[in-house]
């Protein structure tokens, strides 16, 4: 459907013709262009029209418009903007996806247009109002929700505004306080302070001071005083409201069919059969709501449609927070489909399949050393080599044999045959890197199932004794990727099978026996003609298997023929005389051209018969997508990251990467072991979706892919940064080290802990009964009698205990919540910062024994360094944990930096420098080998 130029507004003239976004605001209730350099600035009082343009399948665009609406802006205006989408929509040819917006309750595909968020402006067109520049600066306290997407509000100025379940931005002229509440996300926290760094970019020219406040801590520090002062002073804050910015539940969808503005409930099942292309609909699944219309209804119709959503919400009374969605038959997304039960493979064509061409992969890969041509309209797939592995690495291969697996010897390596199963261990140094993995399942088309269970269960075993960092892959027979073709030259499949199990089976069945043997008749076809995608298949010995855009090798007992088609190329040809040596070394060959074949040619493949001249066609590459996902009544349910970044990939989840052509499933480092483990089924989980909603292959590659061990056609559909990805910790640890630095000063979040281990209350009393217990007789009142020698040492061993179990818990939540050890707290100090309390409690007791009181344990620290003055290094045996002769006044959390560089080269067998590049989990580890943990 197109609209005529009589009846385009002039604003739309010209509209989606580039990738991009395009803005118009609403002015005198006409669409106003809006320029660049406004972008992402929203005044509460106005209504705007967005508009996305996206590169399609074959070049074709596609379209999301949004029409966001002000809380302050008049319901005249509202309306005329989401009149005007439809007339939008259908100048770009009615098949947008068009988006209600609401301010304070914007989808995240709205907010990924304007990354890190936007924050609306108070006032409007109407309301003429003043430049930002023009004002004077007014300190402004804002609330941040959202992990990937933030949702940042003005709230009042006021401490009442504050909570213990959010994340708060204090904006003052010359510093920007971020006041995390004790039970606020840490991902939460992390996206926080993205904004602080546009606040600070924006509005401060990148000068102003920034400061982290954590809730529950002490008022008395500097940061902490200012923040406190600034709302009036410190005092308790109250529970979170519950209100409108809670997520909606979503309910079981109801269809209603719409009839002249009217909506009429559709009590059957929801099925894509149902809805009529001459015909408009609205979906309700209490979150949102959609509006489908038929691919040959009138714009004047589809504008009822529009009315009478919003009509629906204003009735029923719902929350500003449901959004209305309204979508073209054939342009239908992924969540629209999965509220129905049965939607045939390839009844839609629209953005939701994953078909938003090949700009941005061509872009990414381009970004990553790949020169990616031909990108032109309506072009096929090119033979650019992609990201591949480094070469020159250890490759192993082991055939599954029952319940065990053989390995294959090196000059079989390359062989596959279809009736089994392998296991594939690639190691590699990439760069500087350490020793990478990628290790692989490749399972023959006519493999048993038994074999294909028993190697995964064996590849899942090796992937642990690596400790979880091998790329693990499952393939199917006739969907390698190209990384992992690259690892053979040349990888040819063969009929038949080897396993003990295979042959079983076909004695069972009473099968005729195909494998491929030195001396039968064999016919091989090569396809494909580089490093990545030469494959090379064994085919009927007919000859109506031959192609002429491809070659073939012919084993006929001890002869051995190279056919070359008409369309061949010249490196197909050299592949095919590759395959021949491969398979039978030293045989003479014996050309053959097409058209020019001897007869023994053709009496081996039983007589000439006609045979295809067609080239085949190549799949187009697909814009990938990113997944968030979760469990819901035992069902996998994913969320779209819209415009994903690196930094979308938080170490506390794990995502799903769809490429259409492989799908990876990313493990941060803090997920739970047994949440790991799970990584390969939620992958296929996702993938049996996907074959019915988006029309992926069920024979997809997938891949487990950890956090830190990314491999580079991994990598490749992100702007991806080293220097991001090396950096440890939670996600407010990384972003707060990798947009600040570790100069940063930040407030430990010890707070948050003791409220899980007793608070506060629970610590001092633990540390007043080891102070009591410490005090000799002459600290005692002179009426009290002297305590027995075992009384003390029973008293004191039960204070130690007490005090043990209260830091243990303290750094148990200490190390899934807290901060960078950038600043310390006062309380505790001596003790909490000294030791490692979770495997050494026998430390805690000699240390307490050796020092006295905690009251005297400054002067206790000057006469333990007294004794080790003038030596910087010490023995391995006086520095072990549980040594006869420990050193004193050390920090106990660094044993083995006391250790002289001669002396750590033979404990450890490594340099320091060595040491301290590997990641912290292997570093304990190896000092728990050694006693110095």
Known sequence: MSSSGKNVDPAFQGAGQRVGTEIWRIEDFQPVPLAKSDHGKFYSGDSYIVLQTTSGKGGAYLYDIHFWIGKDTSQDEAGTAAIKTVELDAVLGGRAVQHREVQGHESDKFLSYFKPCIIPLEGGFASGFKKPEEEKFVTRLYICRGKRVVRVKQVPFSRSSLNHDDVFILDTENKIYQFNGANSNIQERAKALEVIQYLKDKYHEGKCDVAIIEDGKLATESDSGEFWILLGGFAPIGKKAVGEDDVLEMTPPKLYSINDGQLNFEENTLSKAMLESNKCYLLDNGAELFVWVGRVTQVEERKAASKAAEEFII??????????????????????????????????????????????????????????KGTSKGSPLNEEIPPLLERNGKLEVWRING??????????????????????????????????????????????????????????????????????????????????????????VLKGGMSSGYKKLIADENLNDETYTSDGIALIQISGSLIHDNKVVQVDPVATSLSSADCFVLQSGNSLFTWHGNSSTFEQQQWAAKVAEF???????????????????????????????????????????????????????????????????????????????????????????????????????????????????????????????????????????????????????????????????????????????????????AMAALTSAFNTSSESKPAAPKPSHRSQKSQRAAAVAALSSVLTAEQKGQSETSVPHFSRLSLGQEVGDSLELSDEKEAVVDRFSSEGTVADSDATQEKMEDENEGETTFSHERLKAKSRHPVRGIDYRRRESYLSDADFQIVFRMTKEAFYSQPKWKQDMQKRKVDLF
């Open 583 to 765: 398979l039978k070394p030293g045989v003479v060959l014996k050309h053959a051209k097409e058209g020019t074949e001897s007869s023994a040619f053709w009496f081996a493949l039983g007589g000439k018969q006609s045979y295809t001249s067609k080239n085949t066609t190549q799949d187009i590459v697909r814009d990938p997508h990113l997944y968030t996902f979760s469990f819901k009544n035992g069902k996998l349910e994913v969320t779209e990251v819209f415009n994903f970044t690196q930094d979308d990939l938080l170490t506390e989840d794990m995502m799903i990467l769809d490429t259409h052509a492989e799908v990876f499933v990313w493990v941060g480092q803090s997920v739970d072991s047994k949440e790991r483990q799970k990584a390969l089924d939620v992958g296929q989980k996702y993938i049996e979706i996907a074959v019915s909603l988006e029309g992926l292959s069920l024979d997809v590659p997938l891949y487990r892919v950890t956090e830190g061990n990314e491999p580079c056609f991994f990598t490749a559909y992100f702007s991806w940064d080293g220097t991001k990805a090396s950096v440890q910790g939670n996600s407010f640890e990384k972003k707060l080290l990798v947009l600040f630095g570790t100069a940063f000063r930040s407030l430990e979040s010890k707070d948050r802990s003791r409220n899980s281990s007793g608070g506060p209350t629970q610590r001092a009393s």
């Open 315 to 372: 009735n029923q009374n719902r929350s500003k927070a449901t959004r209305t969605t309204q979508i073209i038959q054939g342009y239908e997304t992924h969540s629209f489909k999965s509220h129905f039960e049965s939607w045939p493979v390839g009844a839609g064509t629209g953005a939701s399949g994953g078909e938003d061409g090949r700009g941005k992969v061509a872009a990414l890969l381009k970004q990553q050393g790949v020169d990616v």
């Open 403 to 492: 319940s065990a697996k053989t390995s294959l010897p090196k000059e079989e390596i390359g062989k596959f045959y279809s009736g089994d199963s392998y296991i594939v261990l690639y190691t590699y140094h990439s760069g500087d890197k350490k020793e990478e993995y990628l290790l692989n399942c490749w399972m023959g088309r006519d493999s048993i199932q038994d074999d294909q269970m028993m190697a995964t269960r064996l590849a899942n075993a090796m992937w642990n004794s690596l400790k979880g960092r091998p790329v693990q892959g499952r393939i199917y027979q006739g969907k390698e990727p190209p990384q992992f073709i690259a690892l053979f030259q040349p990888m040819v």
